[in-house]
């Protein structure tokens, strides 16, 4: 009796793991969806566009740049600090802030 308990707890526990991968069906295909971590390659300061930081500028006076990253869709998460606090901003190539 022991061992049919244990055999059953290791054959659903195995079964977690495939369950946590969410599958979807389309066409009569399925595709395994995996969330990807964030896709931005840290970037110099200096490779931050003028629009960028103009925008930082007017939009938040006395912030300072800390880190700076870019994707591939030319999107930029901003690192900043002002008044001893830190925030993560987004934005397009063209100044223009992101909801992330």
């Not at 399925?30 to 970037?43: C, G, L, M, R, S």
Request: proline fraction near 3%; hydrophobic fraction near 45%; avoid cysteine.
């Amino acid at each position: 009796m022991r061992r049919l308990v244990l055999a059953s707890a290791f054959a659903l526990g195995s079964f977690a793991s495939f369950a946590a991968t969410p599958v979807i069906f389309h066409d009569g295909i399925a595709e395994d969806i995996y969330a990807t971590q964030d896709e931005y390659e840290e970037i110099q300061i200096s490779e931050v566009p003028q629009a960028i930081t103009e925008a930082l500028a007017s939009d938040f006076p006395g912030a300072e740049i800390i880190k700076a990253y870019k994707n591939e869709a030319a999107e930029y998460k901003i690192e900043v600090s002002a008044g001893g606090e830190a925030t993560t901003l987004y934005a397009d190539e063209n100044g223009e802030w992101l909801q992330k």
